[in-house]
Each structure stands twice: as structure tokens, then as C-alpha cells.
């Protein structure tokens, strides 16, 4: 039976092929019918154990931080007989902190080679062993006493969350058909939100918040990791690596016919067979390998726009300081006057309200655009850090109603963050880039996202105690400039295939050469400026203008 439906499959792309290119390509062909089920499942099965981690991780370690800083005095003593001074505390806290963040750098720089070599499904599947390892360590802590079994267990879990981060878009972007590829994909925010969301919950002190429990509350990420080694290998693995990388392509039609719900599509097919013989003359002709490296990423002229761009978009979006939103949010609660056993609750409301905004994003995806959800996002964020920096500082004064404004604005940052960068920054590497190069661009990507949250989280405390109440102007600047860059350097994505995007970003740099051409013709000749040759030369068109 699969020889008989590669056979078959091949069979229409070469007819489709042998048309005139005059003749109009049936629109059934790209969007085949048959259900979706198949893509559900694949989504939530590598997603519950993918980029819910890392939203759940970074959740579940705020209830437990008194009750670990105790553990970590009170091992001091049973070694030593003398306690630590609380700076020296709060220095080893620092240190399980940071630990997932460095862990987290770890697994983006193995994520890539992880990928080329394993595949997309079986990375995530072997990515479960950090998860389980750290866990282990966490639970018998105790009975060792020893505080620096969290920061390994911390580290580890940091690794996990590094290559799911990476691999889990970079499966999504490959396997949704191109119609539903910036859904599928912002999915993955999707599930970072609810791991938030779902960290916040179970760390009430009605469930896992209490002392005697903190250690099962820190290994319960577990669960979602067996979830995940259970029921991922049931599904297809990515038909574009299965295709491109193994060159094995009964099974990238097998792949993509299951993830369809149906037969493969000829056009999707045939799509995938273009970069496949592309891909297979650049190795020729360079006589390099196929997968690129970082640093061949680099060197790379061609791919210089959308690396730079992949670059920024990642930095920003841990830079913009949504994260410490969150450290702010139970200060501003307490001051808005809620009883301080009552924030718990409240605090769930941030979660709740980046969850509800990636949902609303994830509908509203295909139909604005991810350009337009990432500028905006960021204009929104400039905009609420304004207020939000107006209302610290006339709470200062005693203003009344300002606690509630400030309370607000914590909503609406986080609202407007997830509406946006949090999604669309993660689908950028697997849209504008090809097979050879996308696993090197998320590395990339993904170290510079660990790396900006590692320094906002180390920075963030002297940056309050510096700057008070207009601690989040650096903020402000981040998203401003951040707004205006993407808005001049990345094209829409939406509903586009590898080549038309590549030929956007190419239109943008000819437009750049050619201003730079033009510069120093302008400075010689200004007689001929206003008729000048580059001036009656130039496509007038608004789409040519702007490169949209």
C-alpha cells in the first residue's frame, strides 16, 4: 500500500507539472479535505510536553521560594553549625534561579544538533530524560540535604525547556499545512500560557503550595513529560525533515497523508520536492553539508535580513520585560489594597489573562497577519508602560485610584504581550527560513532569548532600586525600537510559501543596495535630482515602496 500511494502522489506532480502554466490549479488540491484530527492530537501531544514546560516551570517555582530558602539555611546549619546571612540566602536562590536559565541556553545550543540528527518527534521524546532526571533530584533532596540537587535539577529542567522551545515550533512549522501554519505554530504559545496558568494553580496552598509538599510541587512537571512519552510516538513524525533531511520519501508521504486526514496533497508535495532538489544543487554546488551551522548561518549574505531580523524579534521578546511585569504584579496587588493571603488568587488573573490573549491571537492569526500582531503587541506594550510608569509615580504621591490604574496596566502589558511577541516571535525561524538553515536560526534564536531573560532577571533588582518607579522606561525604549524595526524589515508571512518570502526579503535589500547606490550619485549630480535616471527607473508601485 505505500509504494501504491507514493506512486501515486508522484504520479500527480508530475501531471501537474506537464500543465500549461496558463491553466488554473484546482483549489482543492491545496486545502485537501478529510479531518484534522491527526494535527490536533500531534499539537497537543509534543505541546503538553514541549512549551507547557517551560511556561510550568518558570510558574511553579514563586509558591515554594520561602519555604525552599529555609531548606537551604537549614541545610547550611546541619553542615556547618552556623546560618547564612540572608543576602547569602537570597545569593544561593539567585543561583537556583539563574541555573534555569543557563540550562535553558544549554538545550537551545543542543536543540539543533538534536533535530538534524534525531528528527523533530524523537528530540522531544528523548528531551523527557533531563525532565525526568531533574525531578528525581528535586524528590530525594531532602533525604540527601543537599540545596545543590536543585540547582542541578533546576539546570536540567532549564535544558528541557531549551530544546522543546526550538524543536516543538520548528516540528509545528513543518507539519501544518501552509493555511494553517501561524495557528498551528502559535499554538505553542498557546500551552506556554496555560503551563503558566496551570503552575499558578497547583501552587495554591490549598494543593502543592505548602512546605511539606514543595519537592512533589517542583517534580510534578513530570506528569506532562509521561503524558507526552506515551502518546507522541503515535504520531507522525515532520514530513518535510522526513523528506529533505532522510531523504526518505515513502514516509514523508505516509507523514503527511496521516497528518491531512486523508491523501497527501499534490501541491504541498510538490512544494516539498522543489526544495528538496534546490537544497539538494546549493550542496552540490558549495560542496558543504546540507544542515547549516550557526556560524555558515552567519557568513551567509543571502540570509543576512532574515537572521538579523530572527535576532532582534528573539531579544525582544524577553527584553521587554514582561517577565518582571509578573515580579511586579504582587507589589502592585498589595498596594491596590488586597489582603496579602488573597494575591495568590489575583496572581492567577496574569496567567489567566496571557492565556486568554494567545487564544484570542491563535484565531486571529491567519486572518491579521503575524506582522501586524507583533508591531502592534509591542505599540500596545509602549503605550501601557507609559501609563503604567505615570500611575508608580503618582501612587508615590498618594493619588487615590492609582493602585487600581497600576493594577490595570499589569493586565493590560500582559494582555497586549500575549496578543503578539509571545507567539508570532517563535514561528518567525520556521517561515523564513529553509530546512538547511532553520535549525541553526533557532538555535540562534534561542540562545538569544535565554541569554536576554538571564540578564533581565539578574538585572531587573538593581534597575528597580536604581531608576524606583520609572524602573520600566528601559522597557519602554526596548519595545519602541523594537516596533519600528520589525515594522520596516519583516515582511507578512501569511499564507506564503519559503519562496515568496524570500523574495520579499529579497525586494528589501535590493532596496537597500539601491539607496546606497544612489547616495553618492545624488551628492555629485544634484542638478539631476529631481529627474534623475535611478528616479525614472524605480517601480513606483506602493508594494515595490514598502516591500509589503
Excluded at 518570502?501 to 535590493?510: C, L
Aim: proline share 5%; with cysteine; net charge neutral.
Amino acid at each position: 500500500m505505500p509504494y501504491f500511494l507514493n506512486s501515486k502522489v508522484i504520479y500527480k506532480v508530475a501531471s501537474l507539472k506537464m500543465n500549461s502554466t496558463n491553466d488554473p490549479v484546482p483549489e482543492e488540491t491545496s486545502k485537501p479535505s478529510g479531518s484534522g484530527r491527526t494535527l490536533a492530537l500531534t499539537v497537543c501531544s509534543a505541546a503538553i510536553g514541549g512549551t507547557f514546560q517551560y511556561g510550568y516551570n518558570i510558574s511553579i517555582i514563586n509558591a515554594p521560594t520561602s519555604y525552599i530558602q529555609g531548606f537551604i539555611n537549614d541545610t547550611y546549619v546541619e553542615r556547618w553549625g552556623t546560618s547564612l546571612d540572608i543576602p547569602q540566602v537570597t545569593l544561593v536562590w539567585t543561583l537556583i534561579v539563574s541555573a534555569f536559565s543557563l540550562g535553558g541556553l544549554l538545550g537551545a545550543l543542543l536543540a539543533g544538533p538534536m533535530a538534524v540528527h534525531f528528527g523533530r518527534k524523537k528530540s522531544l521524546l528523548l528531551n523527557n530524560s533531563f525532565l525526568f532526571v531533574g525531578a528525581g533530584l528535586v524528590l530525594t533532596c531532602e533525604l540527601a540535604k543537599s540545596f545543590e540537587m536543585i540547582i542541578l535539577a533546576r539546570l536540567l529542567v532549564g535544558m528541557n525547556s531549551g530544546v522543546s522551545m526550538n524543536i516543538q515550533p520548528m516540528y509545528f512549522g513543518e507539519s501544518a499545512p501552509k493555511h494553517l501554519r501561524g495557528a498551528v505554530a502559535f499554538s505553542s504559545a498557546v500551552f506556554t500560557a496555560f503551563g503558566i496558568f496551570l503552575g499558578q494553580v497547583v501552587g495554591l496552598t490549598e494543593l502543592l503550595g505548602t512546605e511539606p509538599l514543595w519537592p512533589y510541587l517542583l517534580a510534578s512537571n513530570a506528569l506532562p513529560g509521561l503524558i507526552q512519552l506515551f502518546t507522541l510516538p503515535w504520531f507522525p513524525e515532520s514530513p518535510r525533515y522526513l523528506l529533505i533531511d532522510r531523504g526518505d520519501r515513502e514516509a514523508c508521504v505516509r507523514a503527511l497523508g496521516r497528518l491531512r486526514g486523508g491523501e497527501a496533497p499534490v501541491l504541498e508535495m510538490e512544494e516539498m520536492l522543489q526544495e528538496q532538489q534546490q537544497q539538494q544543487s546549493t550542496t552540490l554546488n558549495s560542496g558543504s553539508a546540507a544542515a547549516k551551522t550557526p556560524w555558515s548561518l552567519f557568513k551567509d549574505r543571502d540570509l543576512r535580513s532574515q537572521l538579523r531580523t530572527v535576532m532582534a524579534a528573539s531579544s525582544a521578546m524577553m527584553l521587554c520585560g514582561n517577565d518582571s511585569i509578573y515580579f511586579y504584579a504582587s507589589y502592585i496587588f498589595l498596594e491596590a489594597g488586597i489582603p496579602p493571603e488573597k494575591i495568590q488568587y489575583v496572581t492567577i488573573g496574569t496567567g489567566a489573562s496571557e492565556l486568554t490573549a494567545s487564544i484570542l491571537s491563535n484565531l486571529l492569526i491567519e486572518r491579521v497577519g503575524r506582522r501586524y500582531l507583533l508591531v502592534g503587541g509591542y505599540s500596545l506594550m509602549s503605550c501601557w508602560t507609559v501609563v503604567f510608569t505615570v500611575a508608580l509615580t503618582l501612587q508615590s504621591h498618594g493619588v487615590a485610584g492609582m493602585p487600581y490604574l497600576s493594577m490595570a496596566c499589569v493586565f493590560a502589558y500582559i494582555l497586549s504581550f500575549g496578543l503578539g511577541p509571545a507567539g508570532v516571535t517563535g514561528i518567525l525561524p520556521a517561515e523564513i527560513f529553509d530546512q538547511a538553515a532553520r535549525p541553526a536560526a533557532y538555535m540562534v534564536a534561542g540562545s538569544l532569548m535565554w541569554i536576554s531573560l538571564f540578564l533581565v532577571g539578574m538585572l531587573f533588582p538593581f534597575i528597580v532600586s536604581s531608576l524606583g518607579n520609572f524602573c520600566f522606561l528601559p522597557f519602554l525604549a526596548v519595545c519602541l525600537v523594537s516596533a519600528v524595526f520589525l515594522g520596516l524589515t519583516l515582511p507578512e508571512t501569511k499564507g506564503k510559501s519559503l519562496a515568496e518570502i524570500t523574495a520579499e526579503f529579497g525586494r528589501k535589500n535590493e532596496m537597500r543596495k539601491e539607496r546606497q547606490v544612489n547616495e553618492p550619485i545624488v551628492d555629485h549630480y544634484q542638478l539631476g535630482a529631481a529627474s534623475s535616471f535611478t528616479t525614472l527607473t524605480q517601480d513606483p508601485s506602493p508594494s515595490h515602496k514598502n516591500g509589503d
